[in-house]
């Protein structure tokens, strides 16, 4: 079974600090990686794809990159907002697209 | 935007009950899946079909468990019977054969 780690588990930060969260995973053989957020209660919101020829992907204030070789993957959030706070998730994509996910950072914007 | 549909949105049932989700993916989304989440923990893959066709489910409970795609496109899983540890949030996701996976609203199920 592949595994995906991500750490940290939780994080509570002020609002307006930039921010990493770090995603781990044991085989390289990747198809893509892709991050969501999720509020509580609530279903997955995609936030970033990476495919496997790519280094990172930008929207807005995040920012993702992928280091295959590595097994690291990590998304980068610039001047954090309450309106951040929320789970991430990451999930890696190996042979007809099956996605694994890690556990997720809970993430507390604190006003 | 085209999104996922998944009804109900919350579902209460007693033990021993049976119980069944539906997913309607994306259009054109050949890819569909369905996926486990547990309070605090990442989604678990349950069953995944190409079109009609499953190509994993080797972590579906088919004692208890069950998942069909008839015509390729909406889906619904079943759960006969329901157990307490059957409690969790159930996600229906589609995708393209290669590329981003979208997820519905999800289905959180209590079983009493």
């Known amino acids: 079974k592949q595994e995906v780690t991500q750490i940290p588990a939780a994080l509570s930060v002020p609002e307006g600090e930039n921010l990493v969260l770090n995603c781990s995973f044991t085989?390289?053989?990747?198809?893509?990686l892709q991050w969501f957020r999720q509020d509580p209660g609530k279903g997955l919101t995609s936030l970033l794809l990476?495919?496997?020829?790519?280094r990172e992907q930008t929207s807005g204030r995040l920012n993702a990159s992928l280091d295959k070789s590595s097994g690291r993957s990590t998304l980068y959030i610039a001047a954090s907002q309450p309106g951040d706070s929320a789970t991430y998730l990451c999930a890696v994509a190996y042979n007809f697209n099956k996605f694994y996910f890690g556990s997720g950072t809970k993430l507390n914007v604190k006003p | 935007e085209a999104e996922v549909a998944q009804s109900p949105r919350y579902k209460i049932t007693e033990k021993s009950q049976a119980v069944a989700f539906w997913c309607d993916p994306i259009s054109g989304h050949a890819t569909l899946y369905w996926y486990r989440q547990i309070l605090g923990q990442g989604p678990e893959l349950l069953v995944q079909f190409q079109d009609e066709s499953v190509v994993d489910d080797s972590q579906l409970p088919k004692d208890r468990f069950s998942a069909e795609r008839l015509k390729g496109v909406d889906s619904t899983l079943k759960i006969q019977p329901a157990e307490l540890g059957d409690s969790a949030m159930y996600l229906c996701?589609?995708?393209?054969?290669?590329?981003?996976?979208?997820f519905g609203q999800g289905t959180r199920l209590t079983v009493v």
């Open positions: 990476i495919q496997s020829s790519q």
């Open positions: 996701a589609s995708s393209l054969l290669t590329g981003e996976a979208f």
């Open positions: 085989d390289s053989a990747i198809y893509n």
